[in-house]
T-cell receptor, first 110, second 115 residues
């Protein structure tokens, strides 16, 4: 079966880097995704990585993938107050269906 | 990218009634899905909306409770039937663009409260 795990909470000071970690179990996952959900809003696709890559960078976001350990991380550089949200890790399980982690609530403090 | 519009964005419904949620995409997409996010929880896949045929439901979800339509490649509906307070959730439509560079996008969700 599929199981995606994330730590539930992260508190970070404004200007520091945030690192959100995720582990998954399905080694056949083709894509791994990071989504952001702000209060009362839907899911915003932040970035995704193909399983044959080990790193992807997009402006302040860096995704690292360790396929051997089935570990995925999202690093947000220079964290801002607008980055406060819930971040979901998700793996593709088949035919683009996604299995989600529980979400990490990131709180940015001044 | 795909732009997804969901209607309604929120609703408060009486128990025993049904609500139909619409999902409209601005381009033709291969795959459309419906997810549920219960309060304080993560997302759970309800079903895959198949164009021109019956939806494919995940374990724990049945057609009588969550009938789904997909008449074309840009539109789908999810009905939550005979609602109870336990159905209070955010319901989200998702699309995958397929091909070699796959992105999975979500609508803004429909926040349903059953009283």
């Amino acid at each position: 079966g599929e199981d995606v795990e994330q730590s539930l909470f992260l508190s970070v000071r404004e200007g520091d880097s945030s690192v959100i970690n995720c582990t998954y179990t399905d080694s056949s996952s083709t894509y791994l995704y990071w989504y952001k959900q702000e209060p009362g809003a839907g899911l915003q696709l932040l970035t995704y990585i193909f399983s044959n890559m080990d790193m992807k960078q997009d402006q302040r976001l860096t995704v690292l993938l360790n396929k051997k350990d089935k570990h995925l991380s999202l690093r947000i550089a220079d964290t801002q107050t607008g980055d406060s949200a819930i971040y979901f890790c998700a793996e593709s399980i088949s035919d683009y269906k996604l299995s989600f982690g529980a979400g990490t609530t990131v709180t940015v403090r001044a | 990218s795909a732009v997804i519009s969901q209607k309604p964005s929120r609703d408060i419904c009486q128990r025993g009634t049904s609500l139909t949620i619409q999902c409209q995409v601005d381009s033709q997409v291969t795959m459309m899905f419906w997810y549920r996010q219960q309060p304080g929880q993560s997302l759970t896949l309800i079903a895959t909306a198949n164009q021109g045929s019956e939806a494919t439901y995940e374990s724990g979800f049945v057609i009588d409770k969550f009938p789904i339509s997909r008449p074309n490649l840009t539109f789908s509906t999810l009905t939550v039937s005979n609602m109870s307070p336990e159905d209070s959730s955010i319901y989200l439509c998702s699309v995958a663009t397929g091909g070699s560079d796959t992105e999975a996008f979500f609508g803004q969700g429909t926040r349903l409260t059953v009283v």
